[in-house]
């Protein structure tokens, strides 16, 4: 039997354009907008700017946030789950999603874990 679990963290953020995530630089990634095409990760730092839905796979324990508030920076640890999903539905998805306003996606970023498990 297999099954996935998922930890989600949705982040009410100023301006997700601001925010910018670390702990992928040089990780693959499954890009779920772009028919899950596997991607490597270039970049330092990862900002949204479009629709977003990755899952990275062999991640560090930990992600620093930056910008949450005010400048503030968030830290994100996990244990035993070697997958970050980066997701932020932009205004195409959030018109989709009734826990959302079609205008509320400037202020959302998830951060989450996500793990397969076979039994």
């Known amino acids: ?7 989600s963290y949705y982040l009410k953020v100023p301006d997700v354009r601001r925010c910018q995530i670390t702990g992928v630089h040089g990780c693959t990634f499954i890009d779920k ?27 560090p324990q930990e992600h620093i946030i930056t910008n949450v508030m005010s400048g503030r920076k968030m830290r994100v640890q996990k244990y035993n789950f070697p997958e970050t999903v980066i997701w932020n539905p932009r205004m195409e998805k959030a018109r989709e999603t009734p826990d959302f306003g079609d205008d509320e996606y400037p202020n959302i970023l998830c951060v989450g874990t996500i793990k397969e498990i076979q039994v």
């Not at 039997?1 to 930890?7: C, Q, V």
């Not at 772009?34 to 990862?46: G, K, P």
């Open 1 to 7: 039997m297999e099954f996935s679990a998922l930890t």
């Open 33 to 59: 907008t772009r028919e899950n095409a596997i991607y490597q990760e270039s970049r330092d730092v990862v900002t949204i700017n479009e629709l977003t839905d990755r899952i990275y796979q062999h991640t």
